[in-house]
């Protein structure tokens, strides 16, 4: 089972309100990623975490907040969004995050989900 | 800085004739390469991956990817295309746990 799944698909929110986004891997993998894609445009990194520690955090905004429950759950809880955060949100995971000298792990990808912040 | 390069923001080809899309990359030390494949709102498909070894690296669906030291490029190609290509290609590098995407060429395979 090579599969990353994310809930929901598709989110619409107000400025207002809190959200939260799910992805799920049943791999066995401990590193886990949050990427934001704009249209058309490449995934940017967002946050992290290698055994349920966040590891990395590319300076994103407090109002994006993640967590990662155990192995195989990530999380991002959004509150107080702004229009310009509507994109599409992937989660990806890989077998571990260190690439040693010879070995570096492919990331598996979900499908995403589509967020519009109203 | 380290960057990806994707110098084609969109390649047309004909169903049946070979396909290329381009990649170079500026990234320190000897990153590892990566092809994805993004369908419409949907989220990136590994295709294949450069470690080490063999220049010439076969992935899925028939495609591969030729690595390129001196020209620090990393092309992907098929030798016939398929209308089912038809999607957007993203290329990265991996280093110091830090993957560096390209800007996406998207591919259109034409009947």
């Known amino acids: 089972d090579t599969e990353v799944t994310q809930t929901p698909k598709h989110l619409v929110m107000g400025m207002t309100n809190k959200k939260s986004l799910k992805c799920e891997q049943h791999?066995?993998?401990?590193?886990m990623y949050w990427y934001k894609q704009k249209a058309k445009k490449p995934p940017e990194l967002m946050f992290v975490?290698?055994?349920?520690?966040?590891?990395i955090n590319e300076s994103v905004p407090s109002r994006f907040s993640p967590e990662c429950p155990n192995s195989s759950l990530l999380n991002l809880h959004l509150h107080a969004l702004q229009p310009e955060d509507s994109a599409l949100y992937l989660c990806?995971?890989?077998?571990?995050?260190?690439?040693?000298?010879?070995?570096?792990?492919?990331?598996?990808f979900g499908p995403g989900t589509r967020l519009t912040v109203l | 800085a380290q960057s990806v390069a994707q110098p084609e923001d969109q390649v047309n080809v004909a169903e049946g004739n070979p396909l290329t899309v381009k990649c170079t990359y500026s990234?320190?030390?000897?990153?590892?390469l990566f092809w994805y494949v993004q369908y419409p709102n949907r989220g990136l498909q590994f295709l294949l991956k450069?470690?080490?070894?063999?220049?010439l690296v076969k992935g899925s669906y028939g495609f591969e990817a030729e690595f390129n030291k001196s020209q620090t490029s990393f092309h992907l190609k098929k030798p016939s295309a398929l209308v089912s290509d038809s999607a957007l290609y993203f290329c990265?590098?991996?280093?110091?746990?830090?993957?560096?995407f390209g800007s996406g060429t998207k591919l259109n395979v034409k009947p």
């Open positions: 990234v320190s030390g000897n990153p590892y």
């Open positions: 450069y470690i080490t070894g063999d220049n």
């Open positions: 975490y290698s055994y349920e520690k966040l590891s």
């Open positions: 990806a995971s890989s077998q571990d995050l260190n690439s040693g000298t010879s070995y570096v792990d492919t990331q598996y």
């Open positions: 990265a590098a991996y280093n110091f746990n830090k993957f560096y």
């Open positions: 791999m066995g993998h401990r590193a």
